[in-house]
């Protein structure tokens, strides 16, 4: 994925994987009229709108879908009956590594949220998320950045701290975050967009991008304890 | 009432409700008491209560002219209620009401308040007749060579035994009673063909001392199973029945030795010896796969039963939280701010149920909270969530607290001064998010805390209307009082973001290293 594209391009295509029709529907209704509605307020600007072109209820249908249709960003639910988001993730990177995966989910639990974004996923919304900021989330993982809910920031947050008696890095460049990267977090966790960080912080906004995106990387590829427990916990690493 | 004079055997069978024999009549409290066990009669006839022999005394059934003959009419008429709650009607023999006809009854052993096989008290209710005259007539047959036990055991074998949901209670003298016509029904037998000097009386003197050991393994086997299926009372009294097993495991013994030395003849005794060896080990390995399956199912059985429970509990949950919540929002779905709050509400709660309470972040769990205005919340991320959900809850707006760097007792003891501080810290934030709740005109407002060894930070931001804390006239209390002040008083400090247009954000860090004489100075001070 290019990642310079995102906002200029053409309508973003989405294909929602959701067991449940009933919200299949929902997202697919706010997202029509997060398009025309007030759109694009925040970050990413407002060129490309976003079109939903596909669904799937279930893991095998997602697969083939998203292999037939292309999509450039999938909103993925974590849990389905018959494994998973992550599971989707495993079956569609190898062979399509430019489709982007956004998790969208119920659940508020560590586990989940660390076992999909390190199982692929660039980003995670709790499904409460409102319809405009939903579309922004799309575009900005289409753009190539990392949306973080506060949620997800403070779970990142907390696995990278450091406790009195834990084991020491294996990996520094991996293990740790810089404190710039501490500080870009703990305003994502406080409900600051990536603008309002930006004037905070006295950077640029692709600077908080960029920041973002390599905590993602470091979520990802760490191999701290938490991480490592919590995707573990639910047998999805 | 009705017929206090002979009462051998209550029998309370669960039938639906409807007019019986007799009227229910009510349980006792102090009857909840598990049938006595069988081997414990010697002790005196108790007085008219229904307190049972301790399970411990394990005596061998002495036949005691007291205990067969003990009337029967000051013994309490108790019943106990069924597994199920209390079961209406007692049906028994004796139960029913003078000139009532009597109800059909099949011939059946009794399960529960038997002796020993249960035989004579299931001949008793089939025949209508008192059960001690049953017993009686067993034990007269046993003076014509031993057939009294010979009938009894081969009843024993071949009626089939009642329903395990029905209990009945025994009360201690009639069993002592009962006991005592046993062992002189045994007495009677045994002399009997000490006498007789026929080649009977050699078969069924130690014959019947074998068979009163099996008969006692056999039940005790019996009452494991009962106790097991019925689930409680497995380690009371497991002693007791360990020595009634080597009790009748001993009796099995010598009566066959007694049996076999009778014969006097070495070689056959050898042979024997041998024969049951073998017979035994062939048996052991035949009944293998029975004895493996029957161990799996036990275990599945249990599993099972546990699922089933599991299951039981999520839908009761269910039930009683979403089910009601949709039921609710179906009937107020014409006001969206009523609908949104339940909802709102519906949702925290079962995110707690599922995701095991308001620690979120360290621990990797999640959520929010407690119920509402509960005021047990006693670790700072709890009270964090309750008051979230409070807010949320009178306010109609999402309130999300993420919580980083693990918990905090509200009232940590190791350090003094933390005590006040951080409840104030929480009812400041409180404070706050009504604030925003209230003024910024948002639906969402964010809470973040952050726990540091020695400080605790809480944002509270929205997005809202924001306004110019210098024009906020000084007779207005909110964020000046219940903020500023709570915050001050235990050493805190408040740092207040905002300007029209551009949303709040409260900023509160509270020390948690405070001295206590300080914080106490403080409190005075307040």
């Keep these: ?237 | 009432m009705t017929d206090p004079a002979t009462t051998p055997f209550r029998a309370v069978v669960p039938r639906p409700p409807g007019p019986g024999p007799t009227p229910a009549r009510p349980v006792p409290p102090a009857a909840a008491a598990r049938p006595v066990p069988p081997t414990a009669a010697s002790t005196p006839p108790p007085a008219p209560t229904t307190t049972v022999p301790p399970a411990s005394a394990t005596t061998v059934p002495v036949p005691t002219a007291s205990s067969a003959t003990v009337p029967v009419s000051t013994v309490p008429r108790v019943r106990v209620p069924g597994p199920g709650g209390p079961v209406p009607v007692a049906s028994g023999s004796t139960a029913r009401a003078p000139g009532a006809p009597a109800p059909a009854h099949p011939l059946q052993r009794h399960r529960s308040g038997r002796l020993l096989g249960g035989v004579a008290g299931g001949i008793a209710a089939h025949l209508g007749a008192n059960v001690l005259w049953v017993r009686a007539v067993f034990v007269a047959l046993m003076a014509v060579g031993g057939a009294g036990i010979v009938a009894y055991g081969l009843l024993w074998i071949f009626v089939r035994q009642e329903d395990a949901r029905v209990e009945r209670v025994v009360p201690a003298r009639e069993r002592q009673q009962a006991l005592g016509l046993a062992a002189l029904g045994l007495g009677i037998g045994l002399a009997a063909s000490a006498l007789g000097n026929s080649s009977l009386g050699w078969i069924v003197g130690p014959i019947g001392v074998a068979v009163v050991g099996a008969a006692l393994v056999w039940r005790e086997a019996d009452e494991a199973q009962r106790r097991r299926l019925t689930g409680g009372g497995r380690r009371a009294g497991w002693r007791a029945g360990l020595l009634r097993v080597l009790l009748g495991a001993l009796f099995v013994a010598a009566g066959i030795a007694v049996f076999l030395l009778g014969r006097l003849d070495l070689g056959q005794v050898q042979f024997g010896l041998l024969a049951v060896l073998a017979t035994l080990v062939g048996v052991a390995v035949i009944t293998v796969p029975w004895w493996v399956r029957l161990v799996r199912d036990l275990g599945e059985e249990r599993s099972q039963r546990i699922r089933e429970a599991e299951r039981a509990e999520i839908a009761a949950h269910l039930h009683d939280s979403v089910l009601q919540t949709l039921a609710l929002i179906q009937r107020q779905s014409d006001s969206p701010r009523e609908v949104a709050r339940l909802a709102r509400g519906q949702e925290r709660e079962l995110r707690s149920w599922l995701y095991g309470g308001a620690v979120q972040g360290r621990a990797g769990r999640s959520g929010a909270a407690p119920t509402p205005g509960s005021g047990a919340a006693d670790s700072l991320v709890a009270a964090l969530a309750a008051a979230a959900a409070e807010v949320e809850d009178t306010y109609a707006l999402t309130v999300r607290p993420v919580v980083v760097g693990g918990d905090r007792a509200l009232d940590a003891g190791g350090e003094a001064g933390t005590n006040g501080a951080l409840r104030a810290l929480v009812l400041a934030a409180r404070e706050a998010m009504v604030n925003a709740a209230k003024h910024a005109g948002v639906d969402e407002v964010s809470v973040y805390a952050e726990v540091e060894p020695d400080e605790v930070n809480v944002f509270v931001r929205d997005r809202g209307a924001g306004f110019d804390p210098d024009a906020v006239p000084a007779d207005r209390h909110g964020l000046a009082d219940s903020v500023r002040g709570r915050m001050d008083r235990h050493g805190g400090t408040v740092r207040l973001r905002t300007a029209p247009g551009e949303g709040t954000e409260v900023h509160l860090r509270m020390p948690t290293a405070v001295s206590a004489g300080q914080a106490a100075a403080e409190e005075r001070t307040a």
Excluded: C
């Excluded at chain 1, 299949?24 to 307020?41: M, N, P, Y």
């Excluded at chain 1, 209820?57 to 639910?77: F, K, M, N, Q, T």
């Excluded at chain 1, 018959?82 to 569609?92: C, F, I, P, T």
């Excluded at chain 1, 956004?102 to 660390?114: N, P, R, Y």
């Design chain 1, 1 to 237: 994925m290019s990642g310079s594209d995102g906002s200029a391009g053409g309508p973003v295509r989405v294909f929602l994987v959701d067991d449940h029709a009933l919200f299949r529907s929902g997202v697919r209704a706010e997202l029509d009229r997060g398009v025309t509605g007030s759109g694009g307020a925040d970050g990413a600007g407002a060129g490309g709108d976003v079109t939903v072109v596909g669904e799937a209820g279930s893991v095998a249908e997602a697969v083939a879908g998203i292999a037939h249709l292309r999509p450039d960003v999938v909103l993925l639910d974590v849990h389905m009956p018959d494994g998973g988001g992550a599971e989707v993730l495993r079956r569609v990177r190898p062979t399509q590594p430019d489709v982007v995966f956004l998790a969208l989910s119920v659940s508020d639990a560590a586990e989940d949220v660390i076992a999909v974004i390190r199982a692929g996923a660039r980003g995670y919304v709790t499904k409460t998320i409102s319809g405009r900021e939903l579309v922004d989330a799309v575009r900005r993982v289409r753009a190539g950045d990392a949306v973080f809910s506060p949620r997800l920031a403070g779970f990142v947050l907390d696995a990278f701290s450091d406790r009195p008696g834990a084991a020491p890095p294996s990996d520094p460049e991996l293990d740790r975050l810089t404190r710039r990267e501490r500080d870009v977090l703990r305003l994502l966790a406080r409900g600051y967009s990536y603008r309002e960080i930006a004037g905070e912080l006295f950077i640029s906004v692709k600077t908080v991008e960029t920041h973002v995106s390599s905590v993602l990387r470091k979520t990802q590829l760490s191999n701290r304890y938490e991480l490592s427990r919590w995707a573990s916990d639910r047998r999805l690493v």
